[in-house]
């Protein structure tokens, strides 16, 4: 079974999300796509996140009409900072050995690559799927395969979609009191408004 892995802080998932996940599973025909919550990401370790249990709770609203659309908490349960390359693992470990995994990153992420933890395993263990980030450039994978040799046989660049929705725009949206309708799945939505979250008041 070919599995997509969505890896993110989800603070809070939102349609984008969502839009990216639809279209990797039907491009590389995936049985399946995982949203892993991440539980203290490294690389945003000074940045404040929302608690875990709201993040989970708004994976779970956004997929909960999707059968193929599934959530991990493994990030979260895992003491410490995620590491991609412990995540992957772990899931090897849940799943059977004919599994293959999809690893799913933007093209802002894949060209950060090299300062990840233990890259050069990472990609032995699992399909990087690289989609546009918008402002960015399309990563230079030349560049990457002298850092990272054999990068460039494990990574699928995808041109599309394109879109233009970020986590940290919705929350500065809800702090000035502004409309996010249309950027969230309306239960998500609904749990922000619920709980106050991302609110200045």
């Not at 993040?55 to 193929?68: E, G, P």
């Not at 895992?78 to 599994?99: C, K, M, N, W, Y």
């Not at 990272?148 to 809800?174: E, H, K």
Request: net charge negative; aromatic share 8%.
């Amino acid at each position: 079974m070919n599995i997509g892995v969505m890896g993110g802080t989800f603070d809070p998932i939102h349609n984008g999300h969502l839009i990216v996940a639809e279209e990797v599973r039907a491009r590389l025909n995936l049985a399946e796509i995982l949203f892993v919550s991440a539980g203290q990401p490294w690389l945003k370790a000074s940045s404040p996140i929302t608690a875990a249990e709201h993040r989970i709770q708004m994976v779970y609203l956004a997929i909960a009409d999707k059968a193929y659309l599934k959530m991990s908490a493994i990030e979260i349960e895992r003491a410490g900072p995620s590491f991609t390359v412990d995540t992957i693992t772990e899931l090897q470990g849940q799943h059977g050995a004919e599994d293959e995994f999809f690893f799913i990153l933007g093209w802002d992420s894949l060209a950060e690559l090299p300062q990840w933890h233990e890259p050069s395993r990472l990609i032995k263990m699992c399909y990087l799927v690289a989609v546009p980030r918008p402002g960015y450039p399309a990563p230079d994978l030349s560049s990457l395969e002298a850092d990272i040799p054999g990068l460039s046989q494990r990574v699928i660049l995808l041109d599309t979609p394109q879109i233009d929705i970020s986590a940290s725009a919705i929350r500065n949206r809800v702090a000035q009191g502004l409309s996010i309708r249309h950027l969230v799945p309306e239960p998500v939505e609904r749990y922000i408004e619920q709980h106050k979250l991302y609110s200045s008041q």
